[in-house]
């Protein structure tokens, strides 16, 4: 008697385990939707991703540029500076020396150094 229990049991605690895997990982979203949906919902402010680069550069969004240019500023100064040289290169447009000046100006203040850059030869 106390065999067929106990084989009950174990075989009920098996198929109760195999009953919750499965019922969990069909309720759990996948990782790939996942990350997705993060893409989706939050705005990358990322240069380096194909799509913003692709945008900036080959398309010449100048709206997405001044967003990731200013999400740079704010964060990362170094980053601003490439973002707006790179650009000007790319656009030839003197509004954006303004940019680079202003990101000039904010290493400056960060490293406490002079920069050298030759306008003269950027218009």
């Not at 990731?68 to 030839?92: D, R, T």
């Not at 020396?97 to 218009?123: G, T």
Request: net charge negative.
């Amino acid at each position: 008697m106390k065999n067929i229990l106990l084989t009950l049991s174990l075989i009920a605690n098996i198929a109760l385990t195999v009953f919750y895997f499965i019922r969990f990982n069909a309720s759990e979203p996948s990782l790939s939707t996942n990350s997705m949906e993060k893409n989706d919902s939050f705005p990358d402010y990322e240069i380096t991703s194909m799509k913003n680069f692709k945008a900036v550069y080959l398309n010449k969004n100048d709206s997405l540029y001044k967003d990731l240019w200013s999400e740079a500023f704010e964060n990362e100064p170094e980053q601003a500076f490439l973002i707006a040289c790179s650009y000007y290169y790319v656009k030839k447009d003197t509004a954006i020396l303004k940019d680079i000046k202003v990101s000039i100006e904010q290493l400056e203040h960060a490293y406490k150094r002079r920069i050298m850059i030759d306008y003269d030869s950027l218009q």
